[in-house]
């Protein structure tokens, strides 16, 4: 069990197959604020301090990463609303062009995407006390305008701009074939459950999180499933310190999975039929 939020998983680095790693690790380094963890000529591992966020790996085939299932957008969190404004400051600073911002009821957030069209969500969020939260346990989301100026105000001007400490993976967003049949099968593998939930989309946790996991249809019915090595999610990273929960996601894995790939005794990547794969790791 992790103590924040009562959780029995954390997310830990996202994976991503990229074309040109040059120009990415650049991106992440100089644009987003990430330090480089390791590096070698075909992988790159970002992050801040010793906490690990993105890895990179190149791959020489060809392809735009929005043509198929996999991942919507990764998204940092950062420990304050401070923390936020300063890196406001530093995306208007650097005129580095923004998807979009919103206010989400427990959350505040800055929407962009890397180079190669991978989707990236940095956020806060809000005190516990000012979420949504249902007498069911349901976390109810909204969207809504972000106080821009008044979070700009917040920041301050560093330079070079590096995230902070404490920076970690919040959650990850997918974008799969049916919304509701992979929150399903997540809320079946995974010690998750479905915070909130629209016609097409889902937002899922462990413990009183407002949510680990996301899953939408917005791409539509005819993206391709992913196969590996192509451009976007390689894999994410989902980590247990409970040894009973490890195997339990296991021998869910051996029906629901549509492959398993068991790496060592405490890691195993589980795919599912839009081929997007999860790393189940147990940390002991």
Known sequence: MY???NSQIKLNEVTLNVNHLLQETEFYTKKLGLQILSQSDFEVLLGVGMTPLVRLIHTNIEKNVKESY?????AIHLPTREALGDFLRHVVHTSLPLVGAADHGYSEAIYLEDFEGNGIEVYHD???NVWDIR???RIIGVTEEMAGQEIYELGRDTTPYQMPEGTCMGHVHLSAHNSKETME????????EDKF???SGSWIASGDYHHHLAVNQWGGPHLDVRVKNIPGLAYYTVETNDDSVFKNILQKAIVLATSIEKRNENEVDITDSNGITVRV???Q
């Not at 099968?185 to 998750?192: E, G, H, N, Q, S």
């Open 185 to 192: 099968y997540l809320t079946t593998l995974l010690p998750v």
């Open 281 to 283: 790791t147990l940390k």
């Open 126 to 128: 809000k005190p516990v």
């Open 135 to 137: 007498e069911d346990g």
């Open 3 to 5: 103590p924040l939020y």
């Open 197 to 199: 939930s629209v016609p």
């Open 70 to 74: 996999g991942l919507y957008h990764l």
